[in-house]
């Protein structure tokens, strides 16, 4: 893998709800040759979100029967739900010298380190737990038990976030991208 292109994959992470689609989408308007990588997940779309645009969605059993074929690069269950990422979707990108970007939680990213070191791990930190659970809620997008289970999460993956290679507070989110976009050139 990344034989040809010598580009360099990113992977972001960070609590649900901590920004990591809003940091990274300013992100991308400041940087249209980065391109996000498109998941699958077995959980259900949320008002608005495409199919093939936002993620794959797929049912429990196309996800278990691509786990078994290995069709994915890394995958993880994450509060409830698969989610993965297809190794010839990254492949195809890397050999078109694309500069990708992977936004997957903590337990993906670092399956993904183990295969490809030179991948570059950013975590983004919420400037305070409290936070965290006021933008999470704030969001609007989860019912009380979903909320509950993405929060059960949190502890775990500040305990991965440990191997990271950078952390992002992000509390002003111009601070947030502008740090990110300093990391990301400074890798290349
Ligand atoms: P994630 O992708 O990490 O789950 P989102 O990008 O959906 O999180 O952000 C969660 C909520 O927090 C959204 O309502 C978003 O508008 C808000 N938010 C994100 N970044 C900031 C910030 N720097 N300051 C205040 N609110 C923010
Ligand atoms: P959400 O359901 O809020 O879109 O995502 C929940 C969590 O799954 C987030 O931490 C997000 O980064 C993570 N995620 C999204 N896609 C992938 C993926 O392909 N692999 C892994 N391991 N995590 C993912």
Redesign the pocket.
Known sequence: MNKNSGKKLFVIS????????????EFLKRNPSFMLSISCTTRNPREGEIDGVNYFFLTREEFKKCIDENKFLEWAEFAGNYYGTKKKYINQCLEEGKDIIL?IETKGALQVKKQMPEAVLIF?APPSLE?LEA??R??H?EDEATIQKRLSEVKAELELAKQYDYRVI????QT?VEELEKIITGEQ
């Open positions: 960070g609590s649900s709800g901590v920004g990591k689609g809003t940091v990274l989408k936004e983004i936070t933008r999470l704030g969001r997008t992000n509390d002003s989110l947030a």
